[in-house]
């Protein structure tokens, strides 16, 4: 009896090694794995890269680490063709801002985000219109529609800063231009950090850049939110209560919304697509990650497989309209 307790328990041993043997394991990362920032330090980008590759290494979700990089030049065209030209690799993921769609539009740059593998979609960043509370001239423009008399009053003296030609931030630029018969004088830095730190340095009269860049300044008493370029207020604060919208502020209903995305390199393997989309939703549902949109006033906005490329085909279709009229267009 015993003899055969134990034949038996052999049998279910052996088959379960014959099937556990043909069991493929999960593929995962083999060596760090390259973080593409297609923008400089401080902007959203860089900050939200520079918040997951961390939180992937602390919650133990990938065997090897991501490592950060920036690649900020044209307008973030240096950064989209390193990793176009990567391609079949499972090394390489980029975080994208929607210069995704601007920057081929604009320059003829050989590049479209139809060239790299859509992973998955983490936010959509907000837009807001800022003014220093410290002037030379000593005028505090407290609303928006004070700040734009003021525009209107002198025309082409008034500079406005963002974060490169063509880009998000001259597009809404320009868009305020068109509805309020204003005329800024654009003037574009290499990211968004760089942005806030020129407004409150009195180099630019106002921004439009996303909170997350100017949110330690405002909390510093250096800058103030004017308008946000949403169809709602935006219930965001450090004692300053909600930001009106730009139809509420200013008549006119401008409406912005920029991509927080990752990709990877052209053909990447399924199985590497597979374990990244995992990963990024393991982020994305974090206590920290949550807390950081929160935090920053970004709109959580998790999306993937073909939703996430049809949104994309529709949000390009956008960006070419705005751009057009813009007189954006390469």
């Not at 990362?29 to 992937?56: N, Q, S, Y």
């Not at 973030?76 to 929607?98: N, P, Q, R």
């Not at 030609?165 to 574009?188: N, R, S, W």
């Not at 106002?206 to 860049?213: F, G, I, L």
Request: hydrophobic share 40%; charged share 20%; proline share 6%.
């Amino acid at each position: 009896m015993k003899g055969s307790r134990w034949m038996l328990v052999s049998v279910v041993g052996l088959a379960w090694l014959a099937g556990s043997a043909g069991v493929a394991v999960a593929w995962e990362p083999t060596k760090p794995v390259e973080f593409i920032i297609p923008a400089g330090t401080g902007g959203g980008a860089d900050v939200m890269a520079r918040l997951i590759a961390p939180l992937v290494e602390k919650h133990k979700l990938s065997p090897r680490p991501l490592v950060v990089i920036n690649k900020p030049g044209g307008a973030g065209a240096e950064g989209f063709l390193y990793v176009k030209g990567k391609k079949g690799d499972a090394h390489t993921i980029i975080i994208t801002l929607s210069n995704l769609f601007t920057t081929p539009l604009h320059t003829g740059v050989p590049f479209n985000w139809k060239d790299l593998t859509p992973l998955g979609r983490l936010a959509l960043d907000e837009f807001i219109l800022w003014v220093n509370t410290e002037r030379p001239d000593k005028k505090e423009f407290k609303t928006a529609r004070e700040y734009i008399a003021a525009v209107k009053e002198k025309p082409t003296t008034f500079k406005m800063g963002g974060t490169g030609t063509a880009q998000e931030d001259q597009i809404i630029t320009i868009q305020l231009e068109q509805a309020l018969g204003l005329k800024f004088i654009y003037v574009p830095f290499k990211g968004g950090g760089e942005v806030c730190v020129n407004l409150v340095g009195n180099h630019v009269d106002s921004t439009v850049n996303n909170p997350a860049e100017c949110v330690g300044h405002w909390k510093a008493g250096k800058v103030r939110p004017l308008a946000v370029f949403d169809a709602a207020r935006l219930m965001w604060g450090t004692g300053g209560g909600d930001i009106p919208t730009a139809k509420e502020a200013i008549g006119t209903d401008i409406q912005y919304l920029m991509l927080r995305g990752i990709f990877g390199p052209p053909d990447m393997p399924k199985e590497a697509v597979d374990f990244y989309q995992g990963m990024l939703k393991k982020v994305y549902d974090s206590p920290e990650f949550q807390k950081y949109l929160l935090d920053n006033a970004l709109k959580p906005s998790w999306l993937t497989g073909a939703e996430y490329v049809k949104w994309l085909g529709e949000t390009e279709s956008v960006h070419k309209d705005l751009m057009q009229k813009g007189g954006l267009l390469k």
